[in-house]
């Protein structure tokens, strides 16, 4: 049997650990698969090359994830309500979605239970975390830099509001950034006066990036527990690895995954 290709899309993807992840599963379970980066520039490139690839699925990275929900033929229905895919495979010449960043939060959560979040960021990422903790019953806040993606969290009754005007003194379980701040640049999500004041009145304080950021240093500083966001990588590319394979996997072999990327 040919060996078959996936890999992720994103821009940048040069730091990416989700080859070292499927690789490790591939090898483990003798499957004959490869993963690779594809840096791209034009998300509406993405099912042509996809195509002209010989993929047989991919995952997306930022900021492609609303791009990959257009260009699918077939939509799961947790996707389709997030209306952000991070995860496609081809079946019979069709490019089928999905969205694995959102049972991968919540499983990185590893138990923990928030009442109420707090997410920064409204792009694909947010999305996914918002959909995620409202199913589970949490009430779920966003606020991002500017207005313009905040409607598609207004129209589905979420809390919003823009930095600028959002409330300091209120009180969130759970602050999450899913803003890029932080990914390539020394950057915080926000002015940091507003982020310390709301930062000191919360648990947890979670950022998507799987790196040590600004946000996560300011969080340290303050005393504040803080994760990043691998685990979260991790649980997502466990999820997408078992859409590749199209069955389930032992939940043990996450373990393989977690040595890979240490
Ligand atoms: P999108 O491009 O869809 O959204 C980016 C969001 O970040 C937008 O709300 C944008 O605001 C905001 N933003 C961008 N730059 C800045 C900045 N300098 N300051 C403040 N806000 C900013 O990205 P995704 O949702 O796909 O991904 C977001 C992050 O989450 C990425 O860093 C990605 O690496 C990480 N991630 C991690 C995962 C994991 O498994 N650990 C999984 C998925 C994502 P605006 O609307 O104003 O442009």
């Not at 069709?94 to 707090?118: E, I």
């Not at 310390?196 to 946000?215: G, M, S």
Request: hydrophobic fraction near 40%.
């Amino acid at each position: 049997m040919n060996k078959q290709l996936y890999a992720l899309f994103g821009n940048p993807v040069s730091h990416s650990k989700s080859p070292l992840l499927h690789n490790s599963l591939f090898k483990h379970l003798s499957i004959n698969a490869c993963y690779t980066r594809y840096l791209l520039e034009d998300g509406a490139l993405l099912k042509d090359k996809f195509f002209s690839l010989g993929l047989h699925g991919a995952n997306i990275t930022v900021p492609f994830k609303e791009n990959a929900y257009e260009a699918c033929d077939e939509i799961d229905e947790y996707a389709k309500n997030i209306g952000a895919v991070n995860t496609i495979i081809k079946k019979n010449e069709k490019l089928c979605g999905y969205n694995t960043d959102a049972p991968g939060f919540l499983a990185s959560l590893d138990g923990f239970r928030p009442k109420n979040v707090l997410i920064l960021g409204a792009g694909g990422t947010a999305r996914a975390i918002a959909f995620a903790l409202k199913n589970e019953g949490i009430k779920v806040t966003i606020a991002n830099r500017s207005h313009g993606r905040l409607e598609f969290f207004m129209q589905h009754g979420f809390e919003c509001d823009v930095f600028d005007h959002l409330n300091s003194d209120l009180k969130f379980d759970l602050v999450v950034n899913t803003t890029s701040a932080g990914l390539s640049a020394e950057e915080l999500p926000c002015e940091k006066e507003k982020l310390c004041a709301l930062l000191l009145n919360t648990k947890l304080v979670y950022d998507c990036i799987y790196k040590e950021t600004p946000f996560l240093h300011l969080a340290k500083e303050l005393n504040i527990e803080a994760k990043n966001g691998l685990d979260m990588l991790i649980w997502q590319a466990f999820f997408a690895f078992e859409i590749f394979i199209g069955h389930e996997v032992d939940s043990k072999l996450i373990g393989i995954m977690k040595e890979a990327v240490k």
